[in-house]
């Protein structure tokens, strides 16, 4: 059974601070996904990796697919208070299996 | 609109009735999905659509849920004799095709139901 851990689970951290989240399996992912989630909505695709290694960059989030394609890293620099929700990992080709989510708060 | 839409938003139920939850994705989506996903946890797999087939339903927790797409367009998940363990939000997700890979999942703002 595949599953993704991510950690960690709760971050509170300043305005302007960075910070990275990890997702991890012992599994091999084809592609891993990243999504943001607000309460009361549905969660919002960040982006995709696919290739082991490969690096994205979406303003000032930085996107890492491991080599083995098992692991997959965030990382938010000089972190803003819209920053702040419930960051997902996903994989899967089409049954995606879901991270246990890391709840980041930019506190002003 | 241009992105999936769930109806209703919120349904609260009695336990024991039936209820009927509708999910219209991006229009040209071939792919349709429904996740669960319960308070603090990350969305769980419930079934796959292709067109107007399931083509998986391995995630169904039991025979009170049942999902339809007759037309290939919009779906409606279906549960029986709603129990309170079934309170969670249910989220649509649509894509433009299946198992190709990368392919990415949109998702509706969810529907979110409490069994009384």
């Known amino acids: 059974t595949q599953l993704l851990e991510q950690s960690p689970q709760f971050l509170s951290i300043q305005e302007g601070e960075n910070l990275t989240v990890y997702c991890n399996s012992s599994s091999v992912f084809s592609s891993l996904q990243w999504y943001r989630q607000e309460p009361g909505e549905g969660p919002v695709l960040l982006v995709t990796v696919v290739t082991g290694g490969e690096v994205k960059k979406l303003k000032r989030l930085t996107f890492q697919f491991g080599d083995a394609r098992k692991d997959s890293s965030l990382h938010i620099t000089a972190a803003q208070p819209g920053d702040t929700g419930l960051y997902l990992c996903?994989?899967?080709?089409?049954?995606?299996?879901f991270g246990t989510g890391t709840r980041l708060k930019v506190l002003a | 609109g241009a992105g999936v839409s769930q109806t209703p938003s919120n349904k609260v139920t009695e336990k024991g009735k039936y209820v009927e939850l509708r999910c219209d994705p991006i229009s040209g989506h071939t792919a349709l999905y429904w996740y669960r996903q319960s308070l603090g946890q990350g969305p769980e797999f419930l079934i796959y659509f292709q067109g107007t087939g399931a083509a998986d339903d391995s995630g169904l927790p039991n025979d009170r849920f049942f999902a339809v797409r007759p037309e290939g367009s919009v779906s409606t998940l279906k549960i029986q004799r709603t129990e309170r363990g079934d309170s969670a939000v249910y989220l649509c997700?649509?894509?433009?095709?299946?198992?190709?890979?990368?392919?990415?999942?949109?998702f509706g703002p969810g529907t979110r139901l409490t069994v009384l």
């Open positions: 996903a994989g899967g080709t089409y049954k995606y299996i």
């Open positions: 997700a649509s894509s433009a095709r299946g198992t190709v890979l990368g392919n990415e999942q949109f």
